[in-house]
């Protein structure tokens, strides 16, 4: 399968020599933006490609991620925003697809998971170091703001007092009486004390409540049959003029992956999926509504002519939510058509409001 589309937000990647100041040359990553990131870095080592992450960067947080000697040649950068923030998942990528392990630290010798697992696939970007610069390096992860660290640090706070539900006003890096007000309630309600200052202590607390918030909201696949199950969704646009469909998430038995972030809108969603048997592959029955798809990695529009824009047609199996802010659909080896001809709908369980299990 093709590596996957990311969605970029805008971003610039700078590598900064600093100048030799001994014997020993380190690697940091520099976060300037107002996002909590979880960052990673590929590079060579003993002639294999590895991957290393996840590292996370509060805002305005610099972080040593190779203290070992640095040598000269190309090295790799990626980070995304922590899934609390609310809205699209921004990223800070480029053009060269690498492997990473999903939600867990890893050191990743093995680039070739990604070929049975795409969305483990992330976008990273270039970073040439030359034996002319010498000297530690740093990437700044930065934005459209140019904030300093101090600044990113406010912008930070403000973002996370936001997406836990504080007034903040404008994200702005300005550390004025709103935001000093705001903060002050956050600690005092969290018993972090009472007083209005920044620290590791309260960026950590607003980072941990947002996550576990975002972890309450979305929509979530649960593979419950004894075979993996190949995985696409429909959801409607962020305009609510039509729907785009994607794939592919790859589903073990016992395993659960979120397939959309936050909560959930009225409308409803479609499920497709493909159970892998041996000799054969099963299609989810019940399907009521035709989208695009693809044997590889996709996203593509409703108003598409998939046929003539390369892709293939599959009918989709209509989900209605309810108004739920989350909802769980769990395929079960008897929603599959065993003689992978489309019928009348067998019998499905779904669950709303409910978080998969822990993988």
Sequence with gaps: MLKLTIRLAAFAIVLAALGTTSARAEYSLCNKTSFA??????????DNLLTRGWWRLRPGECK?????????GRYYVYAEAIPGHRGELKTWSGETPLCVQNDSLFTLRDQSVCKEDPKRSRDFNGVDVTSEDGGNFTTDFTDENNFTTYQAQV???????SDVGFDIGAIDGQFGATTKSALRQYRRSRNLGQDGVIDDQVID?????ANNEDAKLGFFFCNET??????????????????????????????????RRGEL?????????IMQAEDQELVLAGGDTTFCVSAVQFDAGSDLACEASGFDEASFRRIDTGGERAWTFVFRAEQFNQ??????EPAAEVIADEEPSEQ
């Design 37 to 46: 990131l979880s960052a990673a870095l590929g590079f060579v080592e003993e």
């Design 265 to 273: 809108a009225a409308e409803p969603y479609y499920v497709y999926g």
């Design 339 to 344: 003689d992978l001809v489309r019928t009348e």
């Design 64 to 72: 040593t991620v190779i203290s070992e000697g640095i040598e000269a």
């Design 205 to 209: 607390a607003l980072i941990t409540e």
């Design 226 to 259: 004894l075979l993996p199950v190949w995985a696409a969704f429909a959801q409607p646009t962020d305009d609510r003029e039509g729907y785009r469909s994607s794939g592919w998430w790859l589903l073990e038995p016992d395993s659960c992956a979120k397939v």
């Design 155 to 161: 912008a930070g706070v403000q973002r996370l007092l």
